[in-house]
């Protein structure tokens, strides 16, 4: 299934893309959680419970609804650096043989259509599409031979990165370069994981202002997104609806020459294969 969340008049709900448009899931069933994070959490059989609402539900007009983030509220975002070998080679870094994991904050998280605010302390914006897992069955020490299973979903993530900041302070100021409001966009929907058998063979791409900026597929990826899972619950217990943003290909601003980094009126777009296109624009 292809999940929405969104506010209204009565606050956060959950809507389903389907052929016929988006589905309201609590107008279609009464008995069905409010937020995305709830259905993740009821598994297989609340999903069906959501397909069968979604078969015949009302359905909703986008003009009158505000599309939030997939999951509007992770406890946790975590991110993963330098994950695509094609990317690795563009930087000139060596193939690192553990992840290189990081964090943003919540108030970094943005949805599809928002702007992405530049900072006036920034002046090397820069973007990265990414593909972004989100944790259905949360665990603690989950075995790689397990770790699909815990996975919920796929949505589209744009890790927005100042690049002045996590790399040019005092020590590299990974967190705070990539956590400033709105470095977080997310959505427009979450794919659930059964959608997509093949979560290593996507095609990624970012467009700004309709040029083809990064273009690659997830086949790239250097740790898969199964081995991601494991490794991370090795050391923080997973929950239900956490967002692992799981790397960048090639093609960003920093590595061009000439730099090229994000300004005010500029337009991102990220698509990834079978889940979408997001789209951000720039304000600052």
């Not at 009158?64 to 994950?83: A, M, S, T, V, Y």
């Not at 100042?162 to 370069?177: C, E, I, M, S, T």
């Not at 050391?235 to 290909?249: A, E, Q, R, S």
């Not at 020459?257 to 500029?266: E, H, I, N, R």
Request: hydrophobic share 40%; net charge negative.
């Amino acid at each position: 299934m292809r999940f929405v969340s969104y506010s209204n008049s009565q606050g956060p709900r959950v809507a389903v893309e389907t052929a016929r448009g988006l589905v309201d899931l609590a107008a279609a069933d009464v008995s069905l959680p409010r937020t995305l994070k709830e259905i993740l959490a009821g598994g297989a059989a609340l999903l069906a419970r959501c397909a069968a609402a979604a078969a015949a539900g009302p359905l909703l007009k986008r003009e009158h609804i505000r599309i939030l983030p997939p999951i509007p509220d992770p406890e946790k975002i975590i991110c993963i650096g330098l994950n695509y070998a094609d990317h690795a080679a563009e930087t000139g870094a060596a193939i690192p043989n553990e992840p290189v994991c990081f964090s943003k904050f919540l108030t970094s998280l943005r949805a599809d259509g928002e702007a992405i605010e530049l900072p006036p302390v920034a002046k090397e914006v820069d973007y990265e599409a990414e593909l972004v897992v989100v944790v259905g069955q949360g665990g603690k020490n989950i075995p790689r031979e397990e770790a699909m299973a815990h996975i919920g979903g796929y949505t589209v993530g744009h890790d927005v990165s100042a690049r002045d900041w996590q790399k040019g302070k005092p020590g590299g100021q990974w967190l705070l370069g990539k956590s400033f409001d709105s470095f977080a966009p997310c959505g427009p929907v979450l794919v659930t994981a059964d959608e997509i058998p093949n979560v290593g063979q996507l095609d990624i791409k970012l467009r700004l202002n309709g040029k083809v900026m990064q273009d690659s597929n997830t086949k790239q990826l250097i740790f898969d997104v199964g081995y991601l899972v494991s490794y991370l619950s090795q050391v923080v217990t997973l929950k239900t609806g956490d967002l692992i943003f799981t790397g960048t290909p090639p093609g960003v601003g920093v590595a061009r020459k000439p730099p090229v980094f994000l300004k005010g009126g500029d337009v991102v777009e990220i698509e990834i294969e079978k889940i979408g296109v997001l789209r951000n624009p720039v304000v600052g």
